[in-house]
């Protein structure tokens, strides 16, 4: 149990274009997901907490504007960049968590490659 | 605020040989405390964790890892390592909130083993 997957896998895109991610929990409800960026070698930022049914919570220099996120239903969030740019390249990680219960897990990630 | 060290980069050990991931955090509450490990391209796998009771807690693929208040500390151990165990481990601190638990990464320890 506690299976979560992301769709893409890997995605390359030009300079400009906006790009969606998402993040579904297979076998649970997920009142609470994470979207994390991992740059090559580094540990895991987090982006922002979202809970469904609400607006996401984003941590401090992420910006909410470029960085969309929607929390429409208990198994699924998706994260957007917009208008995506080279720097934005990055592997993007989901995670959920149950009501009330300490544990995350992660999604396998999306890797970003903006041209 | 809270904090969590993983003080080396890397961890080289002879496969069959003990390991040990060391880990020491900060936080002003009683702390809740994990183990991840991440595969090369991939997402983060839960090992275990600390909420509460017994300071030793078993995991995933024969991992163990013992909770030291006094000494702020969270390593993690495996008797016998084995190649496959190849990975990069990641230790992370959080405390339930209002949304959810968020949680606090340290900057991961590649660990090595060889035949």
């Known amino acids: 149990g506690a299976v979560v997957s992301q769709h893409p896998s890997r995605v390359i895109c030009k300079s400009g274009t906006s790009v969606k991610i998402e993040c579904r929990s297979l076998?649970?409800?997920?009142?609470?997901m994470f979207w994390y960026r991992q740059f090559p070698k580094q540990s895991l930022m987090l982006m922002a907490t979202?809970?469904?049914?609400?607006?996401?919570?984003?941590e401090q220099g992420v910006e909410k504007d470029k960085f969309l996120i929607n929390h429409a239903s208990l198994t699924l969030s998706t994260l957007t960049v917009t208008s995506a740019h080279p720097e934005d390249s990055s592997f993007y990680i989901c995670?959920?968590?149950?009501?009330?219960?300490?544990?995350?897990?992660f999604g396998p990630g999306t890797r970003l490659l903006v041209l | 605020a809270q904090s969590v060290a993983q003080p080396e980069d890397q961890v080289n050990v002879a496969e069959g040989n003990p390991l040990t991931v060391k880990c020491t955090y900060s936080?002003?509450?009683?702390?809740?405390l994990f183990w991840y490990v991440q595969y090369p391209n991939r997402g983060l796998q839960f090992l275990l964790k600390?909420?509460?009771?017994?300071?030793l807690v078993k995991g995933s693929y024969g991992f163990e890892a013992e909770f030291n208040k006094s000494q702020t500390s969270f390593h993690l151990k495996k008797p016998s390592a084995l190649v496959s165990d190849s990975a990069l481990y990641f230790c992370?601190?959080?405390?339930?909130?209002?949304?959810?638990?968020?949680?606090?990464f340290g900057t991961g320890t590649q660990l090595k083993v060889e035949l």
């Open positions: 600390y909420i509460t009771g017994d300071n």
């Open positions: 992370a601190v959080g405390g339930l909130t209002g949304g959810g638990n968020k949680l606090t």
């Open positions: 979202s809970n469904e049914g609400s607006k996401a919570t984003y």
């Open positions: 995670s959920a968590s149950k009501a009330g219960k300490e544990t995350q897990y």
């Open positions: 936080v002003s509450e009683n702390p809740y």
């Open positions: 076998d649970f409800q997920a009142t609470t």
